[in-house]
């Protein structure tokens, strides 16, 4: 399992680090340089993020939106800043997703435990669904050839696409 933390303390950390360690868990450490590439580089299966109070900037609210709206996984916000102000947590339902204030490591721990059963689950259908994506693009030739521009129509096509993909093949289950 990899596990990528933003945290701009590591001491903060240190705790959640050698339990990674001793779980022989892969890990990476970003003091909030550039998230969204840390992400796409390292493809975490949890993320640890902490909000980061940079004068009233909170850097880690960036990072949580755009994990959010592009290829979502399990997150802990682990932060010291969790309160009404700084994050509305009605905007992420999920139960993959918790919000932990700093102080006792054991509650991200937990976390961790909790999420390693999906995170091998989360990852197959995630790229079944972009395989199914990619395999229902080949209707855009049909359109095209049909004259279809309405993005509605085209729309439902695709999606019709995906549907049958999902119908036809299911998510494969690799072995164990």
């Not at 339902?93 to 995170?119: C, R």
Request: hydrophobic share 35%.
């Amino acid at each position: 399992m990899k596990i990528l933390f933003f945290e701009d303390r590591e001491e903060d950390i240190q705790g959640i680090v050698d339990y990674c360690d001793d779980q022989e868990y892969d890990y990476c450490h970003d003091k909030f340089v550039d998230g969204s590439s840390k992400i796409e580089e390292y493809d975490p299966d949890i993320i640890i993020v902490d909000l980061k109070n940079a004068q009233d900037n909170f850097e880690g609210c960036n990072i949580l939106e755009k994990i959010w709206e592009h290829r979502f996984r399990p997150t802990c916000v682990f932060s010291g800043q969790i309160n009404e102000s700084t994050i509305e947590k009605e905007q992420y339902p999920s139960p993959l997703i918790e919000f932990i204030t700093k102080g006792d490591e054991k509650p991200v721990i937990d976390f961790i435990e909790k999420m390693a059963p999906y995170v091998q689950c989360i990852r197959e259908v995630q790229e079944e669904t972009y395989k199914a994506m990619r395999r229902s693009f080949d209707f855009f030739n049909l359109a095209m050839k049909d004259g279809i521009t309405d993005s509605s129509k085209l729309a439902a096509l695709c999606g019709n696409r995906i549907k049958a993909y999902f119908d036809c093949c299911g998510i494969p289950r690799k072995a164990a």
